[in-house]
């Protein structure tokens, strides 16, 4: 352990645990450069081209319109056609923003997740979260409703299957607490699974059954400025909590002993936590169906980037994985002629990754 390389008499015991702040910053603000950068190229990428200066010009021409200088009129000199900017604007920029809300709020549930529970192995999708949040966009999709029903729905639903899953987690065994949320999130994410392919199998096949279907799929074809709205709602609360309580996870983190003993309450800790990664599951539910794998991989690259002090992985992730959700969506509407559902790009690319990460950690593991 570091503690052991520390000389007897000195008195870094009170600051070893931070990092200095330029520790911090390289990586979030390389994390931040890159964001931007793949933000443009989604932008500028598509059946139809638009030249990444006129997407700058553009967005500064709004901008300045919208704080009001100029006028709005000659703001920023005129190069780019309508159709551009109506393409850029109207069509590109809400894909962008919404998947960068769907993206950052997944990875930074699973980045939340795995370190509550102590196990790599833990997402929205493996403790059940999603799968009761799916069935409540289902349900809500089948009563006609949408917007906030549908948040609330995907909510409530995904609440009480996290909270199934927790009670499981009390029952213990043999192979511990943890291992019983797993196995637990398991059996759960069945029984939510079945209850939304019943409701598959009676919707009507020509007015329910399509939307049912594209909607679990995983998409944000539909994006606009009125879905984005209906998710930063959800996930600004959630993210903001789970930032805001960052530092306490490296204490949940040693223990539950540990973290009494250094001043912080493990239960209510870890179901605030749990709350606001169920809040922001249903958010990106409700607005692009189940998405998965991207809370499962993007926090372990996140960690081979940044490190393991969460302080720093928790806002790493939230980039990460909104730049990540922007790729495979750009990748989902240029690579064929009908655009890809996001769920199965992020199967097929996330298992390899996953994967290839696993045989990383257990040669490292093994090497030493």
């Known amino acids: 352990m570091t503690s052991s390389a520390v000389k007897p008499g000195?008195?870094?015991?009170?600051?070893?645990?931070?990092?200095?702040?330029?520790?911090?910053?390289?990586?979030?603000?390389?994390?931040?450069?890159?964001?931007?950068?793949?933000?443009?190229?989604?932008?500028?990428?598509?059946?139809y081209w638009v030249p990444p200066n006129e997407i700058l010009r553009i967005l500064a021409n709004e901008a300045t319109a919208l704080l009001g200088a100029g006028g709005g009129e000659g703001a920023v000199r005129r190069t780019w056609t309508e159709q551009e900017a109506t393409v850029v604007l109207d069509v590109r920029l809400p894909r962008v923003l919404l998947a960068f809300l769907v993206g950052g709020a997944l990875s930074l549930g699973g980045a939340c997740l795995q370190a509550l529970f102590r196990n790599p192995l833990v997402s929205p999708d493996i403790i059940g979260v999603t799968a009761g949040a799916s069935f409540g966009g289902v349900l809500v999709l089948t009563l006609g409703l949408s917007g906030g029903a549908m948040v609330g729905g995907a909510f409530g639903f995904g609440l009480a299957a996290l909270a199934v899953v927790l009670l499981l987690g009390r029952l213990g065994g043999s192979g511990g607490p943890?291992?019983?949320?797993?196995?637990?999130?398991?059996?759960?994410?069945?029984?939510?699974?079945?209850?939304?392919?019943?409701?598959?199998?009676?919707?009507?096949?020509y007015s329910e059954l399509p939307s049912i279907v594209h909607w679990l799929l995983g998409s944000i074809a539909a994006a606009g400025y009125d879905k984005v709205l209906t998710a930063l709602i959800p996930v600004a609360l959630g993210a903001a909590v789970v930032l805001a309580m960052r530092w306490r996870l490296n204490v949940l983190s040693l223990g539950d002993d540990d973290a009494a003993a250094l001043g912080v309450n493990p239960h209510r800790s870890r179901v605030v936590l749990l709350c606001a990664v169920a809040l922001m599951t249903a958010g990106t539910v409700a607005v692009a169906g189940a998405v998965g794998w991207v809370g499962l991989v993007v926090p372990h690259l996140a960690r081979l980037w940044v490190g393991p002090d969460h302080r720093v992985l928790l806002p790493a992730s939230l980039?990460?994985?909104?730049?990540?959700?922007?790729?495979?969506?750009?990748?989902?509407?240029?690579?064929?002629?009908s655009e890809?559902?996001?769920?199965?790009?992020?199967?097929?690319?996330?298992?390899?990754?996953?994967?290839?990460?696993?045989?990383?950690?257990?040669?490292?593991?093994?090497?030493?």
């Open 10 to 47: 000195t008195t870094t015991t009170a600051t070893a645990p931070r990092p200095p702040a330029r520790s911090h910053r390289v990586p979030l603000l390389l994390c931040v450069l890159l964001l931007c950068a793949v933000a443009l190229i989604s932008m500028a990428a598509g059946r």
């Open 340 to 368: 890809l559902p996001l769920g199965i790009l992020t199967a097929v690319i996330g298992a390899p990754v996953f994967v290839w990460l696993l045989a990383r950690s257990q040669k490292k593991g093994e090497m030493q």
């Open 178 to 205: 943890m291992l019983m949320i797993v196995l637990g999130g398991i059996v759960v994410a069945a029984f939510f699974n079945a209850l939304v392919s019943f409701i598959t199998y009676t919707a009507d096949p």
């Open 319 to 337: 980039l990460l994985g909104g730049t990540y959700l922007m790729l495979i969506d750009t990748l989902s509407r240029s690579l064929t002629s």
